[in-house]
């Protein structure tokens, strides 16, 4: 009777005992790198490139191309810097950012030349005497709203596209060449990124330099990557791309199921994030 006591007691007391059990829980996974091949990481592809080239004699009408659009990349700059200021639409930061680096790329041409720089470090000052109007009349004009800054921006893209190209029409230097096409790159997507706040705005930009079929085939086009050579082709390594993530494996933490409240390691699946950068060469990067 005794044996029999303590057993049912036994029996009324394993359900309070937890119970292992098979877990299915969902892990968290990090993927191993991609596969892409990795991409050039020099600070300047550009400056690397033009290093690889002969330094031939300049004419004059090459001379007076790099000094003037030395103050026409400051000019974009020092209008951008000023907008930022007055409206803080932080794409005028950033392309005042790029403009800078159109900037040193003109500068290394004059390093190699032995040119004096004619850019004045003041904001606002320029030697030629058109640029230093043009300044004037654009940051006045794009202060009034940002419709209208936008307008400027478009502006002096517009303007840079066609000074880019007459300097291109006098030049046979390689290494002006390819300067003037990465300025002229630069300068087609900064016109697309106006062009599309514009439309977002539901205003248009009138065509004052280039005409306007050439404005709207670069708008219609696609923003462009990486670093040009003399002839408006990518060189190689220097567009960015994205590598297949990886597959990753996690554990997950389960509980099982009965009467008794218990808890079980299960197998987890997780994917991972895994990016390599491409070289370049695909057949989805831009100008290839």
């Excluded at 062009?195 to 004052?208: E, I, K, M, P």
């Amino acid at each position: 009777m005794k044996k029999i006591a303590i057993a049912a007691l036994l029996l009324l007391a394993a359900p309070l005992v937890g119970q292992s059990g098979p877990g299915n829980g969902r892990g968290n996974g990090s993927g191993t790198p991609g596969t892409g091949t990795p991409a050039a990481s020099a600070a300047s592809p550009l400056a690397s490139y033009i290093a690889t080239l002969p330094k031939e004699a300049l004419s004059a009408a090459e001379n007076d191309a790099l000094l003037s659009m030395r103050e026409e990349e400051k000019l974009a700059r020092d209008v951008y810097r000023a907008l930022f200021a007055a409206n803080g639409d932080r794409s005028f930061a950033n392309i005042a950012s790029a403009e800078q680096r159109h900037m040193d790329d003109v500068k290394l041409l004059l390093d190699r030349y032995g040119l004096a720089d004619p850019a004045p470090a003041m904001a606002g000052e320029f030697k030629n005497a058109r640029l230093a109007s043009l300044y004037t009349d654009l940051v006045a004009r794009g202060k009034t709203s940002l419709a209208e800054a936008l307008k400027v921006g478009a502006t002096i893209e517009d303007l840079d596209l066609a000074d880019v190209e007459k300097a291109l029409d006098v030049s046979d230097n390689r290494d002006i060449d390819a300067v003037m096409q990465n300025l002229a790159k630069g300068s087609r997507n900064h016109l697309r990124a106006f062009s599309s706040r514009l439309t977002d705005l539901g205003v248009s930009h009138t065509a004052q330099y280039l005409s306007a079929e050439e404005i709207a085939k670069i708008v219609a086009a696609p923003r462009e990557g990486g670093a040009y050579d003399e002839n408006g082709k990518l060189l190689a390594g220097t567009c960015t791309g994205q590598g297949r993530g990886g597959r990753g494996q996690g554990h997950g933490r389960g509980s099982c199921a009965g009467q008794g409240g218990g808890s079980g390691m299960g197998p987890g699946h997780g994917m991972g994030a895994g990016q390599g950068p491409g070289d370049g060469t695909g057949p989805s990067c831009p100008n290839k």
